[in-house]
């Protein structure tokens, strides 16, 4: 595991190498996408665990923090979706260069899932996109973290108090929060991954929408998993679930791991 800085002198982008654990390595980088700020903290665990089974199965993988959040340069109200994105095809050609790797797959949890299809636009050479619990559409994705909110007050002695701008106990901007509910993942012009992995905890419409919108008019396996996990908080339970994450590193590796 290696810290690493990268990307523009403006744009510093902080991320972690994590090494293959195996003496062949193998030639496809994975790229893991963080959800952004609000859920940086309920996500960042299982990140590391991912990377760590990938990195054992034989991969370069690189998580990183985007621009304007965690470790890397810039403030929220610098942030965008547009950026974002840009910071993934960044992530991706430096762990391109980093790991002399063919090919980058990557995986997304929630909105970076949403961040990541997006980033395929224009980010050539992806093998895999996995989806996982995509947030399809941004202004129902913000809708649903405003309501995680109010439950934490809800369970809280003394709830504190919660400026106009903040959601979750992070800066959230308007310009950002515009730049997020804007996301409409159905309406995705293109999509350039070869593979298409979807992996959600229950059945959902909006995922069997997109699943098709991904398949359509074009040469590519799109694939959905459901992964069924019983907790009282789903997103938790899905986080702290290892049937997922080994489906997750199974699914990219193939056949042959």
Not at 96 to 110: K, N
Request: positive net charge.
């Amino acid at each position: 595991m290696r810290p690493i800085h990268f990307g523009s002198a403006v744009a510093r982008l902080y991320g972690v190498h994590h090494l293959p654990t195996v003496r062949r390595p193998r030639d496809v980088g994975v790229v893991l996408c963080y959800p952004a700020m609000q859920e940086y903290n309920r996500s960042h665990w299982a990140f590391r665990r991912l990377a760590g089974q990938l990195a054992g199965m034989g991969f370069h993988v690189l998580r990183f923090d985007y621009f304007g959040t965690g470790d890397s340069a810039g403030l929220p109200q610098q942030a965008s979706v547009a950026q974002w994105c840009a910071d993934i095809a960044t992530a991706a050609r430096e762990l391109r260069e980093l790991a002399e790797v063919r090919w980058i797959s990557l995986v997304g949890f929630r909105l970076g899932a949403a961040l990541a299809a997006m980033a395929t636009v224009t980010e050539p050479d992806v093998r895999d996109l996995v989806l996982w619990e995509p947030a399809v559409d941004g202004e129902r994705h913000v809708r649903d973290l405003r309501r995680i909110q109010q439950r934490k007050r809800e369970m809280s002695v003394n709830p504190p108090r919660i400026g106009r701008r903040e959601l979750l106990g992070y800066d959230f901007p308007a310009a950002l929060r515009t730049s997020v509910t804007s996301i409409h993942l159905e309406d995705i012009c293109c999509c350039r991954a070869d593979r298409v992995l979807l992996f959600a905890a229950h059945r959902r419409r909006e995922y069997t929408r997109l699943a098709r919108r991904l398949g359509d008019g074009a040469h590519r396996s799109v694939q959905c998993h459901t992964i069924r996990e019983q907790a009282e908080d789903r997103l938790d339970g899905v986080l702290l679930s290892s049937r997922i994450q080994h489906a997750i590193t199974a699914a990219i590796a193939g056949p042959d791991a």
